[in-house]
T-cell receptor
């Protein structure tokens, strides 16, 4: 069975500081990994994905994520946080094997303090 | 704006009733997914359709059903509603049914069962 863990319900960071939102996954075989962001009263927005290749993936709005196969992690990062980055972030995973459904983590609320 | 539309935006109904939620995917997308988001369960995959055919089933109750029509719009039918069905229901679409493609989410339908 697939599972995704986001160990932190809440992350607070000061504006201008680097931010990290953590994600670990468990899938059989090789994973496809995604990050989505949800602003209040909105649907989820795609940020970036890892399919294969370079372990460092760059996405929208200056976000990037690092795939670490040995640690089964896919942490989301940004060098300098903005107040407008405050939102709910979801990590998601799917096996490249037979599983067809995307499994989401429980979400991490990021608050960037001015 | 993701290009995915959902109607209605809000729905308030009583226990035991039946409702239909509607989704129009992005132009050109063949795959439609339905999700339920609630505070206690998080984001749960319900069902996927690809080009009119059911492709994958997740944690969908027997009281719930869905279909995708020839014009690719989809409807999610919820019947014998219970208080616990109150949640945000999202539709998402992707260009293909393959798991490596990102999904684009609609703004959601907020269902309140009283």
């Amino acid at each position: 069975a697939q599972s995704v863990a986001q160990p932190e319900d809440q992350v607070n960071v000061a504006e201008g500081n680097p931010l990290t939102v953590k994600c670990t996954y468990s899938v059989s075989g090789n994973p496809y990994l995604f990050w989505y962001v949800q602003y209040p009263n909105r649907g989820l927005q795609f940020l970036l994905k890892y399919i294969t290749g370079d372990n460092l993936v760059k996405g929208s709005y200056g976000f990037e994520a690092e795939f670490n196969k040995s640690q089964t992690s896919f942490h989301l990062k940004k060098p300098s946080a903005l107040v407008s980055d405050s939102a709910l972030y979801f990590c998601a995973a799917i096996s490249t094997g037979s599983a067809r459904q995307l499994t989401f983590g429980s979400g991490t609320q990021l608050t960037v303090l001015p | 704006d993701s290009g995915v539309t959902q109607t209605p935006k809000h729905l308030i109904t009583a226990t035991g009733q039946r409702v239909t939620l509607r989704c129009s995917p992005r132009s050109g997308d063949l795959s439609v997914y339905w999700y339920q988001q609630s505070l206690d369960q998080g984001l749960q995959f319900l069902i996927q359709y690809y080009n009119g055919e059911e492709r994958a089933k997740g944690n969908i109750l027997e009281r719930f059903s869905a279909q995708q029509f020839p014009d690719l719009h989809s409807e999610l039918n919820l019947s014998s509603l219970e208080l616990g069905d109150s949640a945000l229901y999202f539709c998402a679409s992707s260009v293909s049914g393959e798991s490596r493609y990102e999904q684009y989410f609609g703004p959601g339908t907020r269902l309140t069962v009283t």
